[in-house]
Structures are given as structure tokens and as C-alpha cells.
């Protein structure tokens, strides 16, 4: 990672996966808009990814079929996959 870079504009899921990538926050289907009282913010910041590649994996995927969804429209069944991984996810 170049020096003069904070490690905080890096994408948490591509981290995770091992590559460097700028985090495109408002252009991510997995980011949250901040209010007047919050910032913007990752929808994983929170979550412990550590240890979880099949997590990661699945939700690198998602977020690729949402973000390819045309128009803003969520394609249902990205939305509904992405619903299912979660809730799998907290099983474990």
C-alpha cells in the first residue's frame, strides 16, 4: 500500500480478499448514506470478516450484481441472495 494513502479509503471487502481498491462509497450498493447526524458509511465496517472467505466471497458477488443492476433498480434476486448469505453468515 503507498504510504501517502490511509488504509481507511481502501474497500473492506477487496481488503479482505486481499486486493487494494479504492473505496467508491456512495457509487457501492453496500454503502449507507450518512444523515445530519452521521456519516456515510461501509455496511460491513462493523462486521468481523476475519477468518470468512466464503463471506467475502459471496458478498464481492452480490455487491456485483447490484452494482451491475441498470438504473438503480436492485435486481430481486441479488437482493433476495444477498439476504440469504446474511442470514447464513449469523449462523456461524
Known sequence: MPRDISPDI????DATAGRERICPEGACSFWEPGGAVIEGRCAFEQVDLEGRPSLVCELL??????????NGERDEGASH????????????
Not at 481502501?10 to 471487502?13: H, P
Not at 458477488?61 to 441498470?70: K, M, N, Q, V, W
Not at 441472495?81 to 456461524?92: I, K, P, T
Open 10 to 13: 481502501f474497500c473492506r471487502l
Open 81 to 92: 441472495e444477498y439476504h440469504r448469505v446474511l442470514n447464513e453468515s449469523s449462523e456461524e
Open 61 to 70: 458477488r452480490l455487491r456485483g450484481l447490484l452494482d451491475a443492476a441498470s
